[in-house]
């Protein structure tokens, strides 16, 4: 039977919920998440499941699936989520692309499984010597305003070279990585007990609507669907 699109069944209002592994590059949520609005982020995901099928819409289609592939970038929405997903976050400069694909269909859906193909799933080679250095001062500089001037002569680059380094290399704009940044920054504040609020603010964020706001626009949520959310003890 073919699966038709209702609209009612989105629900961008529902909390997420479960517990989430953050690691350097990677994300991995084991639970449920929720829906989500139309929206488009920097890592790739996959979005993988046992039992119940994960339904979306991937540029206005709607899919189904118990493996999906969802590149960066992609416009897509969390229509129904299983209530035990496994969903994986990898930044594109860390993804092996072929071996995702390669082995997509064979992924396990449960994070404590998918933890030793993270090794598999991971690119191998390292990032250019300044694209490094670039990053390193980044992270001196955060949560604090991020100057592209005095990054680029930490990577011994002009500002316009770093710009295009930054979307060679990492698939990104200068400004878009910071933002990246800044949310795993207040994510990773707010799962270790702090209000949303005092995370926004850790993270270099004006105020908790600025960085609702952000989050909409990246993950198509806002920052009280968070609250359901715990960090993953290591």
């Known amino acids: 039977m073919a699966w038709i699109y209702n609209p009612s069944m989105s629900s961008p209002a529902l909390p997420w919920n479960g517990t989430l592994l953050l690691e350097a590059h990677v994300a991995v949520l ?3 998440a929720g829906g989500s609005d139309v929206h488009a982020h920097y890592a790739h995901q996959l979005l993988l499941s046992e ?8 540029d206005g289609v709607p899919q189904q699936g118990q493996r999906l592939w969802l590149p960066s ?3 897509h929405a969390i229509l129904s989520a299983p ?4 969903t994986m976050f990898l930044e594109p400069a860390h993804a092996d692309l072929e071996q995702i694909q390669q082995h997509l269909h064979t992924l396990p ?3 404590a499984q998918l933890h030793d193909w993270l090794p598999r799933l991971s690119r191998a080679q390292p990032l250019d010597r300044r694209v490094q250095a670039a990053l390193a001062r980044i992270a001196q500089h955060l949560p604090g305003p991020v100057p592209a001037a005095d990054i680029a002569e930490a990577a011994h ?4 070279q770093l710009h295009r380094r930054f979307q060679s290399d990492l698939a990104v704009t200068l400004r878009g990585w910071v933002l990246w940044q800044r949310l ?3 994510l990773a504040h707010h799962l270790r007990g702090h209000s949303l609020t005092d995370s926004a603010h850790a993270a270099g964020f004006a105020d908790l609507a600025h960085l609702s706001r952000s989050l909409r626009r990246m993950f198509g949520i806002g920052a009280a669907q968070l609250h359901g959310l715990r960090l993953h003890a290591a």
């Open 51 to 58: 039992d119940a099928p994960w339904q979306v819409e991937i």
């Open 157 to 160: 680059l002009s500002t316009s």
């Open 83 to 86: 209530e035990s997903g496994c």
């Open 109 to 111: 859906g449960t994070a």
């Open 73 to 75: 970038f992609q416009p």
């Open 184 to 186: 795993r920054i207040a």
């Open 30 to 32: 084991q639970g449920h």
